[in-house]
């Protein structure tokens, strides 16, 4: 048995990602067989579980039963021992620095220990530990060494190159979080820009009322525009009904229905691809100066391109009104992409880059 080892940050979106990703470099694994060579089975994912049970049942709403997909408890818990959970993101930061060597060398013993040379290979998106156990590719959306040395977090940004530096490939998707700076330069020499790296959305044909899509994630201060839309006859719909007060639950996939008008989220990278793939506009609060700094340059970057709003205590009627230009810019964001790659896909494309350097071993 052949293992592919999953290495990502924090939240249900990068171990989704990264998920979604194993799974296209197996399709291509399968298909780009060199003449001569054979693979007796798809390779197994190990996937760290971080959050329990609940990690398990969104992915099994994602992914059904796929059974070369293997959860990894021990290699969750020295993950989660590294990741943010809430705070001052700064005193994190610290912490993580403090912690990112020791923690490291842990996941290698133990993966060395628990698997041996039967990984022989791992993906990564935005990771925050290194494992140093097989040859390893990168996919994120901007480096943690270069968002934390724009923010002058020197400290952090040292220890995030010690991170990132060494892997075979790293693509960064676009957009992305320093979209938009004219200038920007590669930091590292193997590096190459890709289209957005996430599971394209899928119509929802479903039947509903007209609404509005909460995703809850360090969204706070809308209760305001949740009583707008019952008086606008709008429905809020949301991933946890627990969180927002008469709000539908539902699956993220909603936000493709047509019927959902604004998709209100923090702005990373998961949710803004989500409103890009289906068109239905995001709104995104602003920046708080206690929270990632990637937040920061991604709201840069939603204003630059204008695919998203910056939510500013606007009225809802308001965001309505201001959320055509948005569909507009998403459309044209989509041509570019399209134009510059042929496809939208960035899981496939990655995956595609990734297996034929693999057979090169």
């Known amino acids: 048995m052949k293992y592919i080892v999953l290495n990502f940050a924090y939240g249900n979106g990068p171990y989704l990602r990264t998920t979604e990703l194993a799974l296209a470099f197996n399709r291509e694994l399968e298909k780009s067989l060199p003449a001569g060579r054979q693979v007796a089975e798809r390779m197994s994912i190990i996937v760290p579980l971080v959050y ?38 700064q005193d994190y930061l610290k912490k993580w620095a403090q912690l990112v060597k020791e923690a490291s060398a842990k996941a290698h013993e133990y993966l060395a220990k628990t698997y041996g040379k039967d990984i022989v290979v791992e993906l990564s998106r935005s990771p925050r530990l290194r494992y140093n156990i097989a040859p390893a590719y990168f996919t994120s959306f901007a480096y943690l060494s270069e968002i934390y040395e724009r923010s002058r977090l020197k400290d952090a940004a040292k220890v995030a190159d010690w991170v990132e530096r060494d892997y075979k490939i790293h693509c960064l998707s676009y957009p992305g979080t320093f979209s938009f700076l004219k200038d920007r330069q590669a930091r590292y020499k193997n590096e190459m820009e890709t289209p957005p790296i996430m599971k394209l959305s899928k119509e929802n044909n479903e039947k509903i009322d007209s609404g509005i899509f909460i995703t809850v994630s360090g969204i706070s201060g809308l209760e305001n ?107 044209k964001v989509q041509e570019d992409i399209l134009k510059r790659w042929g496809t939208l896909d960035g899981n496939q494309y990655c995956a595609k880059i990734f297996a034929k350097d693999f057979f090169k071993r």
Request: zero cysteines.
């Open 52 to 89: 329990g049970d609940k990690q398990k049942r969104i992915m099994q709403e994602e992914f059904g039963d796929r059974p070369e997909i293997i959860f990894d408890e021990k290699l969750g818990d020295i993950l989660r021992s590294v990741f943010y959970a809430g705070g001052n993101f």
């Open 225 to 331: 525009l949740y009583a707008e839309a019952g008086r606008l006859g709008m429905k809020i719909y949301t991933n946890d009904s627990k969180a927002i007060p008469g709000g539908i639950k539902a699956l993220p996939d909603l936000v493709a229905n047509s019927n959902i008008k604004l998709h209100f989220a923090r702005s990373g990278w998961g949710s803004v691809y989500l409103s890009l793939f289906s068109g239905t506009p995001l709104i995104v609060p602003e920046y708080d100066p206690s929270d990632d700094p990637e937040i920061k340059f991604n709201n840069q970057t939603i204003e630059k391109l204008g695919i998203g709003i910056i939510y500013r205590g606007q009225s809802l009627e308001q965001l309505l009104k201001e959320s055509e230009l948005v569909k507009e810019n998403m459309r």
